[in-house]
């Protein structure tokens, strides 16, 4: 299968810097593929900026563009400004850094929620409304979003709408001893990312999220992820469930995720691996759920084991 082909060369290139997480390396190229954002929650220093570069590096002709929230950072510093030419006395449109086929929104909490608000429109409808005008986001766009989840002071936490623009979150955790020390090996005279040459191209991952459209998803699983999202409406633990959002990206995200198995469909098992990374983020817990200790994530794996699979 030429997808599956593309795919595993690109998942073969990002894997020779970050190591250790091959897990989450797919799930993040799956996003990609499947036209999402993904936000990476973890401690520092785990390889979330790394993944980004080497994803970026890994696709030949492709614009990389990082962002450094701040605090001061402003609307227009993500979506671009127009400025007076003296020359010809014309306003003269000058894009941000949205303009782009792979965002990285670094530590995107420390900005505040107006300059966190600039990113909505364009993650939800890849496009930008700047002085009344409307800019189309051409390319891939991608946005990968890092935050730290230890650190408060400084911050402003990501509004729910803002959540719901990422078809999943996910977190890189610590990778084994082992996988560490061969980290320190690789990095003993230079960067690998340094090292990294192009694996694919552009029209190539640009096939790619053609192909995982066609990946077929039967009626039996349509009734099945909707039935995943649905579990969080009315459960006395969520005060704000998961929206039909969350059902799109289940199937989206689950169809991308089977170029990498080499299928040319999508079984319950894809959704099931996905579901708690694509649902768990959206949702808003009772403050009796909260107090008690009781996370997002713990509670949808509950709804994955209580909900029946189609056979």
Request: glycine letters at 6%.
């Amino acid at each position: 299968m030429a997808a599956q082909t593309i795919a595993r060369k690109l998942e073969d290139a990002v894997g020779t810097v970050v190591r250790g997480q091959e897990p989450v390396v797919r799930r993040v190229l799956a996003c990609m593929i499947s036209g999402g954002h993904v936000l990476l929650e973890d401690f520092p220093g785990t390889g979330k900026t790394t993944l980004a570069k080497a994803i970026a590096r890994s696709i030949e002709d492709t614009k990389f563009t990082r962002v450094q929230f701040t605090p001061d950072l402003l609307p227009s510093d993500i979506l671009g400004i127009s400025v007076l030419d003296p020359r010809t006395q014309e306003f003269r449109f000058h894009p941000g850094p949205v303009f782009t086929d792979i965002l990285l929104a670094d530590e995107i909490n420390r900005a505040s929620p107006r300059t966190q608000s600039a990113l909505l429109e364009a993650m939800g409808e890849r496009q930008a409304t700047i002085e009344g005008q409307r800019h189309s986001l051409d390319g891939l766009f991608f946005v990968i979003a890092t935050q730290n989840p230890v650190e408060f002071r400084g911050t402003y936490p990501l509004p729910e709408a803002q959540m719901d623009r990422f078809s999943l979150q996910c977190s890189m955790g610590y990778v084994s001893m082992a996988e560490e020390a061969e980290i320190l090996l690789d990095q003993a005279d230079s960067h690998p990312i340094d090292r990294l040459q192009p694996a694919v191209t552009r029209d190539e991952v640009v096939s790619l999220m053609e192909a995982a459209r066609q990946v077929r998803f039967s009626e039996e699983l349509r009734h099945y992820a909707v039935s995943l999202v649905a579990a969080t409406r009315g459960h006395p633990k969520i005060q704000l469930p998961a929206s039909p959002r969350a059902s799109l990206s289940l199937m989206k995200v689950s169809q991308a995720l089977a170029l990498f198995e080499g299928l040319d469909y999508v079984s319950p098992e894809l959704i099931q691996d996905v579901a708690v990374d694509v649902i768990a983020h959206r949702l808003v817990l009772a403050p009796e759920a909260r107090y008690s200790g009781n996370g997002a994530r713990e509670l949808v794996a509950e709804l994955i084991e209580s909900t029946p699979v189609p056979v």
